[in-house]
Structures are given as structure tokens and as C-alpha cells.
């Protein structure tokens, strides 16, 4: 109420446009959420930070509406006027690993490794990525280098059992699904892997372990 009795007072504050947009998006409401954040960015031009923030969100709310090349769009304003920015390179890097055009998605991937060298994240998803290559050893080595940034990620243990079972070591295997459940207990495809993953001749294996 606050922000729109300002904007009713004083049409061109940006500021409140966007601060609009941005809980109008968290309510799900997309269609006011879109007119305010296209508001933040005809009134914020003389801000570029401000301005690059609008146009995230309007990529974000674009996303929700599934106008996707608008949504790409608006990520290429904002990485044009905020280079570092991580969420839009992840947010971009993500929708590029789901169309499945690797080599896009590792381009944002490996910038997001520029902008935050110790974060495990972007190191995982270029592992994810050579995982649905194929290429098991080689995205093996990059989930172990996930663990080493921060023993405590538990997606790098996950995708490391995948890697240990697709390679024939269901020991190995079973002691990263254990590993990730003991750092996040509602890992489901740790979940998954121990149920569905372990060959049924190997289960005994899995028994004598306690994971139940």
C-alpha cells in the first residue's frame, strides 16, 4: 500500500516500481508484476544497477509467463549492464542445461566459476553436464572437486555415487548416498540411487550397511 500511494504520488520513482514487481511476483500475480517491473525500467535508465535488477525480473517473470525468448532477452540486457551478475548467469546457464545446448549453458557455468571460484555449484553443473555425456570419469573428478570447495555440499556426493555406480562400484556408491543423506536427509536422489539404482544381487551390500 505504501509503495503504490508513492507511485501514485510521484509516477517516475523507479525505486517503487520495482519493489512492486518484486512482491507482486512473489504472490504469483505475473500480470502486475510485468506492468510494474516495465514502470521500474522506463523510470530507472539513469541507475544501470538498478536498472539490471529490473530487467532480471522481468526475465524471472517472463520465465513464469513462458515467454522464453523475452526471458532471454532480458538476461542478455542484464548481463550487458551487470557483467558479474551471478543470478542471471545462473538463471540462463539453467534454462540452457534444460533445453540441453551444453554448450551454452557451460559458458554461463564456467562464468559463474569466475564470479564465485569457491562456490561448489557451478563445478557440480558442469559435471551434471558431462554426466549426460557420458563422459563418467571426467565428471567424476569434477563432484570430487565439488567436496573438496565444501565438504558439506550434498548434491557433490550424489552425483558422485551416480558416477561410482555407473562405473560398477556399488560400494562406493552406497557410501556417497549415505555421505549426502548425512548432510541433507531429504536428498532424494541419494533416495533414489539406494532403491532403484542398486542392483538387486548387490542389495545384501546395501542391508549390511544400515541405511534403513
Not at 519493489?19 to 517491473?37: E, F, P, S, T, V
Request: a negative charge; proline letters at 3%.
Amino acid at each position: 500500500e505504501y509503495f503504490l500511494k508513492e507511485v501514485k504520488d510521484c509516477v517516475q520513482n523507479g525505486y517503487a516500481h520495482f519493489c512492486i514487481g518484486r512482491l507482486y511476483y512473489n504472490q504469483g500475480k505475473y500480470g502486475d508484476a510485468l506492468k510494474a517491473a516495465n514502470n521500474a525500467i522506463r523510470y530507472l535508465q539513469p541507475d544501470k544497477e538498478w536498472l539490471g535488477s529490473s530487467f532480471y525480473l522481468r526475465a524471472r517473470i517472463n520465465e513464469e509467463l513462458g515467454n522464453e525468448q523475452d526471458m532471454l532477452d532480458d538476461l542478455a540486457t542484464t548481463i550487458s549492464l551487470k557483467p558479474d551478475d551471478y543470478n542471471a548467469h545462473e538463471t540462463r546457464a539453467d534454462w540452457y542445461y534444460r533445453q540441453h545446448e551444453y554448450d551454452k549453458s557451460d559458458a554461463d557455468f564456467a562464468k559463474l566459476i569466475e564470479i564465485q571460484p569457491g562456490n561448489p555449484y557451478p563445478h557440480a553443473a558442469l559435471g551434471r553436464t558431462l554426466l549426460d555425456k557420458g563422459q563418467i570419469e571426467d565428471a567424476r573428478k569434477k563432484f570430487e572437486y565439488c567436496i573438496k570447495l565444501d565438504p558439506d555440499y550434498s548434491h557433490g556426493y550424489s552425483f558422485l555415487a551416480e558416477c561410482k555406480l555407473r562405473q560398477g562400484d556399488v560400494i562406493g556408491c552406497i557410501e556417497d548416498c549415505m555421505a549426502c543423506l548425512e548432510h541433507d536427509a531429504d536428498n532424494g536422489k541419494a533416495f533414489h540411487q539406494l532403491i532403484y539404482g542398486i542392483p538387486e544381487d548387490d542389495f545384501s551390500i546395501l542391508e549390511s550397511r544400515r541405511v534403513y
